[in-house]
């Protein structure tokens, strides 16, 4: 079974700082990987999809690496700002169970002045 | 605008009180689904479709019904809704299914079961 996990569950860091969210998985086996970020009170908003052939994607100042064989991927932002303050998940689709997500907890992120 | 649309946002209900939670799209998505998000369990599927009139149930289906008649809705029904299915519902869809494209989320609705 596919788990996912992201560590830390929470981090708050000074307006400016570089910083990487991580996520890995146990079965090397996916499609894909995808991060989100979700604001209180809203939805999830898709910010970067790799596939499993791809080693990262680039958005503004969000850079996402994935490392299949590891099991593991990165969520780089770089000059962090008070209004990158969220919750980030990161989800797989695993080649066994084509259907769906698999979702981490997900990494609560502060930004402060 | 591109989006996923559910209603209502937020509902307050008693326990075996029928309800319905739509969720629309004006994507042309072929797949749909449904998640439900609890503290400490994340998000979990409920139920997808991947067509009208396809649908197949997901990791925490009892207690819900779906129906797919139309390409740009997926109601999720809760026909006798109990305490345990206070949640925050999530819909998505996407192009073709999840193994190659981007999911688009919905904004959430808040289910409380009293």
């Known amino acids: 079974k596919q788990e996912v996990t992201q560590i830390p569950a929470a981090l708050s860091v000074p307006e400016g700082e570089n910083l990487v969210l991580n996520c890995s998985f146990t079965d090397s086996a996916i499609y894909n990987l995808q991060w989100f970020r979700q604001d209180p009170g809203k939805g999830l908003t898709s910010l970067l999809l790799i596939q499993s052939s791809q080693r990262e994607q680039t958005s503004g100042r969000l850079n996402a690496s994935l490392d299949k064989s590891s099991g593991r991927s990165t969520l780089y932002i770089a000059a962090s700002q008070p209004g990158d303050s969220a919750t980030y998940l990161c989800a797989v689709t695993h080649t066994g169970t084509a259907s769906k997500l698999t979702f981490g907890t997900g990494t609560r992120l502060q930004v402060t002045l | 605008e591109a989006q996923v649309t559910q209603n209502p946002r937020y509902l307050i209900t008693v326990t075996g009180k029928k309800l319905t939670v739509t969720c629309s799209q004006n994507?042309?998505?072929?797949?749909m689904s449904w998640y439900r998000q609890d503290p400490g369990l994340g998000l979990r599927q409920i139920y997808y479709?991947?067509?009208?009139?396809?649908?197949d149930k997901g990791d925490v289906p009892e207690g819900y019904k779906v129906s797919r008649k139309e390409k740009r809705n997926f109601p999720l029904i809760l026909e006798s809704p109990s305490p345990n299915q206070t949640s925050l519902y999530f819909c998505a869809s996407s192009f073709e299914g999840v193994t190659y494209n981007e999911q688009f989320f919905g904004p959430g609705t808040r289910l409380t079961v009293l």
């Open positions: 994507m042309n998505h072929e797949y």
């Open positions: 479709s991947m067509n009208v009139e396809v649908t």
